[in-house]
């Protein structure tokens, strides 16, 4: 069992910047590959992010190739994600996952059904 804790949201404006960090518990990080996820009013939650066990391998959707970038520091059993250029579409609750199956470990997973814990979320709002 791992227990997932986003921060980092908040109010930006556009073209703005905001990190996002994802603290694990229980169990160690280290044994999971991530994901970032969001979810906007009204939508679908969508993958945003993911990034394999050992961090080497790491996969954006399109929306936001370029713009954000997802690391973690298993030795602080932590997940990041750096959101630069910011953009109103982006306004979402932006969610951790962690995933535990052995294809995901090694390259990342995008589907939801694949990730095993979920953070809370926390609000990202981009004003125009």
């Known amino acids: 069992q791992v227990q997932l804790v986003e921060s980092g949201g908040g109010l930006v404006q556009a073209g703005g910047s905001l990190r996002l960090s994802c603290a694990a518990s229980?169990?160690?990080?280290?044994?999971?590959?991530a994901g970032w996820f969001r979810q906007a009013p009204g939508k679908e939650r969508e993958f945003v992010s993911t990034?394999?066990?050992?961090?080497?391998?790491?996969y954006y959707h399109d929306s936001v190739k370029g713009r954000f970038t997802i690391s973690r520091d298993n030795a602080k059993n932590t997940v990041y994600l750096q959101m630069n250029s910011l953009k109103p579409e982006d306004t979402a609750v932006y969610y951790c996952?962690?995933?535990?199956?052995?294809?995901?470990?090694?390259?990342?997973?995008?589907?939801?059904?694949?990730?095993?814990?979920w953070g809370q979320g926390t609000q990202v709002t981009v004003s125009s």
């Open positions: 996952a962690a995933a535990r199956r052995g294809a995901c470990l090694d390259y990342g997973c995008y589907r939801l059904v694949e990730y095993d814990y």
């Open positions: 229980g169990r160690t990080f280290s044994s999971y590959a």
């Open positions: 990034i394999s066990l050992n961090g080497r391998r790491t």
